[in-house]
């Protein structure tokens, strides 16, 4: 699997309006529904259950990242933005950092193993420190787009 196989990249948010991990999420959720990837009307209920989760454990998992994931049955398929904060957003990250890259995962409860593939291939991606490197230096849709890209045809060579 790799990221392109999810990551919708229309949605993908290269600048971060919000500056609050609500307000992120809720951004991030709203660019899903405003590329076609999701329902308008589903954004309300997403950003809850999103929310939710956080409120039992922290997706920040620190060194600048967030990956705020659920699985939801309004989801029919596995889908992903990302996002870019230049300022760093309170996640309560595990090393109480800020993050400047959010990662942000919707899957179907109906598959599970394909929801921990995909946690899995934006973690190994997300340990290294090249990728994250860039993806908080890109400044554009397009440059995330060339490192999701990039990123794919590395893995593949693995």
Known sequence: MKLGDFIVKESIVAELKATSRDGVIRELVESLAAAGAIATSDV???CKAILDRERHGSTGFGKGVAVPHVKLACIKKRIGTI???TVGVDF???????VFSVVLLLSPPDNPDGHLHAMENIFRNL???NFRR???Q???RKDIVELIDEADQAGMAR
């Open 92 to 98: 309560s990250a595990l090393d109480q950092a800020p």
């Open 127 to 129: 340990q290294q420190d």
């Open 134 to 136: 860039f993806l908080r």
């Open 83 to 85: 996002g870019r904060s």
């Open 138 to 140: 890109a400044s554009s």
């Open 44 to 46: 309300d209920s997403i």
